[in-house]
C-alpha cells in the first residue's frame, strides 16, 4: 500500500465491496443511489486541490472519495463526487466555484432527492469555496462540513468570500470542521483562526494523530471513528436518522466530552429588467408591480340580429390565443419568483432563480455571464433600494416569457422588451431591449 500515491490509497472504511449501491456518471459528476426507490437527503463531497504533478486518476476515480459517496448511499442518501478545475491549480478557483453550483443544481434536480435536504462536504483545498455558500445560505442548505480544509487564499489567487469572515452569519446553519493534529502549519493557522471566528456556530472533531488527508493515510481506529461520526452528523443534519452500526462497518466512538460546540445555510432563462444609463452606473430596477393580464377585448355586437356561426367561431378562437400566451406556465412561475425576489430585495433568493451560468445580454449591449457577476452587478442595486420594474405586458411560450417593462433609473421610467428562457426550472438566459 505505501507503494501507492497518497490518493489512491484505501479509504478508512471498508465500504467498497458490493453490489447494492448505483453509480452513474453525468459528465463530470458521479450519482450514488441507494437500494429502493424513496426520495431522500443528499451530499456532495467536493475534493480539494491542485492535485499533484503527473496526476492520472481524476479525484471522483479516487478510493476516499468513492468510499465517502458509497458510504452515505449505504445509510440511504444520493451522494455526489463532482471532477472540478480546482484540481488542475489554484489559478482555477473562480472557474471550480462556478462548476460546484452546476453540480449542485444537477444534484438537486435528480428524481431521488429532495432538493430542500442537501447538504456541502468540503475537503482540503475545496475549503475555499465553501465560504461563498457560509455567505449566502441558500435555504435547502442543511449543512456545511469541511475536512482539513484549505480556509486562506495564497498570495497571487483570485479571491473568493473568506469562510472566517462569515462563519455564523447564518445561526441556524449546522457546520462542521474535522480538523487533524499533525496538520500541515501552511494550513493550521488559518483554520485555528477560523475555529477562533466560529465559536459556537462550528461542530468540531478532532483527529489529534492525523494528518492531512488521514481518511486515505492512516487506518487507525481513531481516523474511522472519526469518520464515522462525521457522517453520522452529517445524515442527522439532513433529517435522517442513522442507521445500525453495522452499515459502517465501524461502531460509533463512545458519547464522551469533546471540544466540539453545537451551533444554534437549471435550465430555464428569466429576464431581469434593467436599463443601465451607463457601464458603470447599473440601472434601477423597480420592483415589479401586480400583473394585470391583457384586457381581452369585449365581443362587439353587430347591427344585424343574428350573428353568423363562424364571426362567433372565430371571436371564441380570438379569446383563446390570447389566454394561450398569457398563461401562466412553469417558465412563467419561475419568472414570477425571481419578480417577487427583486421587489423584497432579497439578492439571494434572486440568484437562486438563475442558472449558475446563466447569461444576460444588457441594453447597453454588455453581457453578464454567471452569478457571481450577476451578484456583483446586482447587489448595489439591492443594497440602496433601488430595484424597480413595472411589468406592462407578458407573452409565454414553452420556456420563453417575453414581458414589456418599465424600467426606472434617476431620469425616470425606461420601456424595454424582456426576453426570458427558463430550463429545468432555472433562467439560462435574459436579453432587454430597450
Not at 273 to 279: C, D, R, S
Not at 345 to 367: C, K, M, Q
Request: net charge negative; charged share 25%; glycine share 8%.
Amino acid at each position: 500500500m505505501t507503494d501507492l500515491p497518497a490518493y489512491l490509497r484505501p479509504f478508512v472504511l471498508g465500504v467498497l465491496e458490493g453490489s447494492d449501491v448505483r453509480v452513474d456518471r453525468l459528465g463530470e459528476i458521479d450519482l450514488y443511489r441507494p437500494p429502493g426507490t424513496a426520495r431522500g437527503g443528499a451530499i456532495l463531497f467536493v475534493h480539494g486541490g491542485p492535485g499533484p504533478d503527473g496526476l492520472e486518476v481524476m479525484p471522483r476515480d479516487w478510493p476516499v472519495y468513492k468510499g465517502y459517496a458509497t458510504a452515505a448511499a449505504r445509510r440511504g442518501l444520493v451522494a455526489a463526487v463532482v471532477d472540478h478545475s480546482l484540481i488542475h491549480g489554484l489559478d482555477r478557483l473562480v472557474e471550480a466555484a462556478d462548476e460546484v453550483e452546476a453540480a449542485v443544481a444537477v444534484l438537486r434536480s435528480d428524481p431521488r432527492v429532495d432538493p430542500d435536504r442537501v447538504g456541502l462536504w468540503f475537503f482540503s483545498g475545496a475549503g475555499l469555496l465553501a465560504g461563498e455558500w457560509l455567505d449566502s445560505r441558500p435555504d435547502w442548505l442543511r449543512f456545511v462540513s469541511l475536512t482539513y480544509p484549505l480556509l486562506a487564499t495564497p498570495p497571487g489567487v483570485d479571491d473568493l468570500v473568506t469562510a472566517a469572515e462569515v462563519i455564523g452569519k447564518h445561526k441556524d446553519l449546522p457546520v462542521l470542521l474535522t480538523r487533524v493534529g499533525l496538520e500541515r502549519e501552511e494550513l493550521a493557522g488559518p483554520v485555528a483562526e477560523f475555529v477562533s471566528a466560529g465559536g459556537a456556530a462550528l461542530d468540531i472533531i478532532d483527529v489529534p494523530k492525523g494528518h492531512h488527508g488521514f481518511d486515505m493515510l492512516d487506518h487507525t481506529e481513531e481516523s474511522r471513528a472519526a469518520v464515522t461520526k462525521a457522517l453520522d452528523w452529517a445524515i442527522a443534519h439532513l433529517g435522517e436518522q442513522p442507521g445500525a452500526d453495522g452499515k459502517l462497518l465501524v461502531p460509533p466512538p463512545p458519547a464522551r466530552k469533546t471540544t466540539t460546540t453545537t451551533a444554534t445555510r437549471r435550465t430555464t432563462r428569466t429576464a431581469v429588467a434593467t436599463a443601465p444609463k451607463a457601464p458603470a452606473e447599473p440601472a434601477t430596477r423597480q420592483a415589479p408591480k401586480p400583473e394585470q393580464p391583457p384586457a381581452v377585448p369585449a365581443a362587439v355586437t353587430p347591427a344585424a340580429p343574428v350573428v353568423p356561426a363562424v364571426q362567433a367561431s372565430l371571436a371564441d378562437l380570438g379569446v383563446a390565443t390570447v389566454a394561450a400566451v398569457t398563461a401562466e406556465t412553469p417558465a412563467a412561475r419561475v419568472i414570477a419568483r425571481e419578480h417577487a425576489a427583486y421587489a423584497a430585495h432579497d439578492l439571494e433568493a434572486f440568484l437562486a432563480t438563475y442558472s449558475p451560468t446563466a447569461r444576460i445580454l444588457l441594453a447597453n449591449g454588455s453581457e453578464l455571464k454567471g452569478r457571481r457577476f450577476l451578484r456583483e452587478y446586482y447587489r448595489p442595486l439591492f443594497e440602496a433600494g433601488r430595484c424597480k420594474t413595472e411589468v406592462l405586458q407578458k407573452i409565454t411560450l414553452g420556456e420563453w416569457v417575453v414581458e414589456h417593462v418599465n424600467s426606472y433609473d434617476d431620469d425616470g421610467a425606461v420601456p424595454q422588451l424582456a426576453l426570458y428562457r427558463v430550463v429545468d426550472g432555472a433562467i439560462t438566459d435574459v436579453e432587454f431591449r430597450a
